[in-house]
């Protein structure tokens, strides 16, 4: 059980990393208020065991409005506020860019609207993102091999709406100094079952892929640390050799972002 209990505000609660992500949240003790908007979810989402709860909240990610998030925020006072949430290739581009970008944006403009970016009860933002999430006229990044421009190219002509979109979002995130924030960007997704094991802003291949389930955990630890440390920083993340508390430690004391614009 977490030493400190948080409060957690899920945008995005029914998603497969968000899952893992509750289920080990409320193993350590933490409460969860998790966004869905389908109310046959709720039972998917509360019967984890633990010492921590989950409240759903059941509201559409498209349909809230700047005024509406700020409203719950300062209700609900999170300590941490999440975003997992994604269009998920449903609804095509213009669905895409309506909650991959459009979405995030209003939660970003509600946080500093609100009064929970002064409060000294709010630790971070964390925002769940992609790897490779870059402006691709202007920035190579000088860690990637020719093996990782192939892979990007490949990311990006298989999801061109969503990695645009991504990146629109990080972008304005990057902006942002109201309060503090985190984003973490995993490399391709898997199903397999969590190892504990990754590469954290170690700027390795883009091309190994992570399982969801290290993904969430890894998301736990960025919401666990202490204030101050890992702000304004934007971490690539794939499966590796590092247990998963010491990887995000480390990656904190490092403070080495690997967003280039």
Do not use: C
Request: hydrophobic content about 40%.
């Amino acid at each position: 059980m977490a030493s400190n209990p948080l409060r957690i505000f899920l945008i995005g609660g029914h998603g497969r990393v968000a899952l893992s992500f509750t289920r080990q949240a409320v193993s350590s003790g933490h409460a969860i208020i998790s966004q869905i908007r389908n109310p046959d979810h709720a039972s998917d989402i509360t019967n984890f065991k633990g010492s921590g709860t989950v409240q759903p909240l059941l509201e559409s990610v498209e349909d809230l409005d700047v005024n509406r998030l700020k409203g719950l925020f300062e209700q609900h006072k999170p300590n941490v506020i999440l975003w997992t949430a994604g269009a998920g290739g449903k609804g095509g581009e213009e669905r895409t860019r309506a909650v991959d970008r459009d979405a995030a944006i209003r939660v970003f403009d509600a946080i500093e609207a609100s009064g929970i970016s002064k409060s000294s009860d709010f630790i971070r933002f964390v925002l769940l993102s992609a790897i490779d999430v870059r402006n691709i006229e202007t920035t190579k990044p000088d860690w990637y091999t020719p093996e990782d421009f192939e892979k990007s190219a490949g990311m990006r002509k298989a999801l061109p709406a969503y990695m645009q979109a991504k990146y629109e979002a990080d972008q304005n995130l990057s902006q942002r100094k109201a309060f503090p924030w985190t984003v973490l960007r995993p490399s391709t997704l898997l199903n397999d079952a969590g190892t504990g094991q990754v590469a954290l802003a170690e700027r390795g291949r883009i091309g190994i892929s992570v399982p969801r389930d290290d993904v969430a955990a890894t998301l736990l630890a960025i919401s666990e640390l202490p204030v101050r440390q890992a702000d304004s920083q934007m971490w690539d993340l794939t499966a590796g050799k590092k247990d998963v508390k010491s990887a995000v430690e480390n990656a904190a004391q490092q403070a080495r972002s690997d967003w280039v614009g």
